[in-house]
C-alpha cells in the first residue's frame, strides 16, 4: 500500500485528483486530505505519507514552508508541486526540497498518473533496498559471533597462519595490533573467588543466557569482540591503540565491567564476575587471558585488573620492553637479519645505559642465549643434551671488552636462529632419507605404507603426504620405479630366470610382473633382455 496526501485550498482539484487515483490505483493506496498549509503538516504527523501532492499557495502556512516542516520529521516523503502557470518560478523555489516533478493547473489526467507510477516506483526499490539491508543486517547478526569467536580462537591459541588473523581483523575492522582481554566468568553464585556450579551454569548459559550476555557485553564494550561460552568463561578481546592503558582508562575500564556485571547478573540470575588482562600484543594475547583470570583468583571483588594486583611483570622505566620481545619472536620465525638486528639494538641499549655493570649484561647475554635455545629445543628437531652448555659460564666471564662479549653474544644467537630456521626441513629431509633407504633395502618383499610408516613412527597419511611433496612421486610410484630399475640391472647382466628375477624385485606372480614391467619400459621382460643382449 501506498500512503498518499493531498494538500490543495480547491476542492475542486482534491476532487479530481482522488477521482484519477481511484481510477488508476484502485486498492493500491491510503488517502488522506489537507486544504491548509497547517492541516497538511499535522495530517503528515500522524499519517506519513509515502507521496504528497502541495499546492504552492496554501492558506497561512505556504505550501514550501509546510514541506520543509513535513521534511523534517519524514525525510523519504516524496513532493509533487501543484502550481498554477503563473506561479511556475516561484514553485522551483522547493527545489531544495527534493520534489519529483511540478504539475500545472488544471492538472492533466495522464500526467498525475505517470508521476504516480513514478513516485511508486522509487518507493519499491526503496522499499527493497531496505529489506535487502535488513536480511544483510540479519545475516551478519548470526555471522558475526561465528567471526568473532573464529578471531578470539586464532589469537588465543597462536594460529599459525597470519592470512587468516589478517581476514578476520579486516572483517571486523581491527586496525590495530594491541590489545587486551577480559575473561567474564560465571556461575550460580561466588563462594569467595570460586564460582559454583560451573558446568551446569556453562549449559545453561549456551541454551538460554548467551544472546543476552552477548548483548549486554557488546552494549558495554562497543569495540570488543565476544568469544563463544567455554566452560564457565567467555574471553573478550579489546583493541587498544598501544602497549600502554593510562591510569584513566583503567578505571574507566573498572567502572564499565561492574557495569556489565551488575546487568548479567540481573538479565541472568546468575553471578558474573570479569577479570581485566593487560595490554599486549596480539601474538601473546593469551599471556593477557592468564592475566584476566589470575587477576579473578587473587581477589573476591567482582571485577579485577590484572595491573591493580602483585601479579604482572613490571619493568623500570625505558626498558625496551618491545625489542626483547621482538628478538624472540623473530627467533621463532626463523628470520635471521630481523632477530639479529633487534639482538643487536639491545646489546647496544645494555652498554649505553649500564656500561658500568658488565656482571649484569654478562647475565642478560646467557639469559637471551639460553632462552632462544630453550625455544629452540622444543619447537622440535634436535636432540638435547644436559651438558651442552656447560662451558658457557666459563666462556661469558672470561670475556674481555663489550665487543668480544656482542660477538659471542651475536654468534650464539645467529646459530639459534640457524637451526631454528632448519629444524622442520631438517628433520623431514631425515624422514625421507630413512624412508628411501628402507624401500631400498626391502623393496624384493611385499612391502606396504602402513609397514614404512610404522618403522618412522608417523602416521601413514602424514608420510604419503610428506613423500609427494619431498620426492615429487607418491609410495607405491617410487617403490615401483625402485623395483624396475633393479629388474633391468637383472636382466641385462644375469642369466637368471624371468620368474626368479620377479621373485628377486618382490612379485610373487610373473604375468603382472610382465605387465608392470611393458607399462614402464613399453616391451616385456623378455624383449627388453633380448635387445639388450643383442646390443
Excluded at 290 to 308: F, P, Q
Aim: charged share 30%; hydrophobic share 40%; with cysteine.
Amino acid at each position: 500500500m501506498y500512503r498518499i496526501l493531498l494538500a490543495d485550498d480547491e476542492g475542486i482539484v482534491l476532487n479530481a485528483l482522488e477521482f484519477i487515483i481511484e481510477k488508476n490505483f484502485s486498492g493500491r493506496y491510503e488517502l488522506e486530505t489537507a486544504k491548509t498549509g497547517l492541516g497538511a503538516i499535522e495530517t503528515a504527523e500522524h499519517f506519513r505519507p509515502d507521496i504528497v501532492f502541495m499546492d504552492i499557495q496554501m492558506p497561512g502556512i505556504n505550501g514550501i514552508d509546510a514541506m520543509r516542516e513535513i521534511r523534517k520529521f519524514s525525510s523519504n516523503v516524496i513532493f509533487v508541486v501543484l502550481t498554477a502557470y503563473d506561479k511556475f518560478d516561484y514553485a522551483k523555489e522547493a527545489i531544495g526540497l527534493g520534489v519529483l516533478d511540478y504539475l500545472n493547473k488544471p492538472v492533466n489526467r495522464k500526467v498525475v498518473v505517470e508521476v504516480i507510477e513514478k513516485a511508486m516506483g522509487m518507493i519499491d526499490a526503496r522499499r527493497e533496498r531496505r529489506k535487502n539491508d535488513l536480511q544483510i543486517k540479519e545475516r551478519m547478526e548470526t555471522v558475526m559471533p561465528i567471526i568473532e569467536n573464529g578471531f578470539i580462537y586464532s589469537i588465543l591459541f597462536q594460529e599459525r597462519f597470519e592470512e587468516d588473523v589478517e581476514n578476520y581483523m579486516s572483517l571486523l575492522g581491527i586496525t590495530t595490533s594491541y590489545g587486551y582481554m577480559l575473561a567474564v566468568v560465571f556461575g550460580d553464585r561466588q563462594q569467595g573467588n570460586y564460582m559454583t556450579n560451573a558446568v551446569g551454569t556453562s549449559v545453561r548459559a549456551q541454551i538460554d543466557y548467551y544472546p543476552k550476555v552477548r548483548e549486554i557485553l557488546k552494549d558495554t564494550f562497543p569495540e570488543g569482540i565476544v568469544g563463544n561460552v567455554s566452560a564457565n568463561k567467555i574471553p573478550v578481546f579489546m583493541p587498544a591503540g598501544g602497549l600502554k592503558m593510562t591510569y584513566n582508562k583503567r578505571i574507566e575500564m573498572i567502572e564499565k565491567s561492574r557495569l556489565a556485571v551488575r546487568s548479567m547478573n540481573k538479565a541472568t540470575g546468575l553471578s558474573f564476575r570479569i577479570g581485566i588482562g593487560g595490554v599486549c600484543k596480539l601474538k601473546d594475547t593469551l599471556q593477557s587471558y592468564d592475566g584476566a583470570l589470575k587477576a579473578l583468583y587473587s581477589t573476591k571483588g567482582s571485577v579485577a585488573h590484572m595491573d591493580d594486583l602483585p601479579i604482572a611483570v613490571e619493568y623500570e622505566e625505558n626498558y625496551p620492553v618491545e625489542t626483547e620481545e621482538a628478538i624472540f619472536e623473530k627467533l621463532r620465525d626463523g628470520k635471521m637479519e630481523e632477530c639479529l638486528a633487534q639482538a643487536d639494538k639491545f646489546f647496544d641499549w645494555m652498554v649505553a645505559q649500564y656500561g658500568g655493570d658488565e656482571m649484569s649484561i654478562k647475565l642478560k647475554v646467557l639469559e637471551f642465549v639460553m632462552t632462544g635455545e630453550s625455544i629452540m629445543y622444543r619447537n622440535g628437531g634436535y636432540l638435547y643434551r644436559f651438558d651442552s652448555r656447560k662451558d658457557y659460564l666459563q666462556d661469558v666471564f672470561g670475556i674481555k671488552g663489550y665487543d668480544a662479549l656482542k660477538k659471542w653474544f651475536m654468534d650464539k644467537m645467529r646459530g639459534v636462529v640457524t637451526m631454528m630456521a632448519r629444524s622442520s626441513e631438517d628433520h623431514t629431509n631425515d624422514l625421507i632419507r630413512q624412508a628411501q633407504e628402507y624401500i631400498d633395502s626391502h623393496f624384493h618383499r611385499d612391502m606396504s605404507l602402513d609397514d614404512i610408516s610404522r618403522e618412522l613412527n608417523i602416521s601413514p597419511y602424514y608420510f604419503s603426504k610428506l613423500f609427494k611433496e619431498e620426492t615429487g612421486e607418491n609410495f607405491v610410484e617410487y617403490v615401483t620405479g625402485r623395483r624396475m630399475d633393479r629388474a633391468k640391472a637383472l636382466l641385462k647382466n644375469s642369466d637368471r630366470s624371468i620368474k626368479d628375477i620377479c621373485a628377486e624385485v618382490g612379485y610373487s606372480d610373473p604375468n603382472y610382473f610382465s605387465r608392470i614391467f611393458r607399462k614402464y619400459q613399453g616391451v616385456s621382460p623378455t624383449e627388453y633382455k633380448e635387445n639388450v643382449g643383442g646390443n
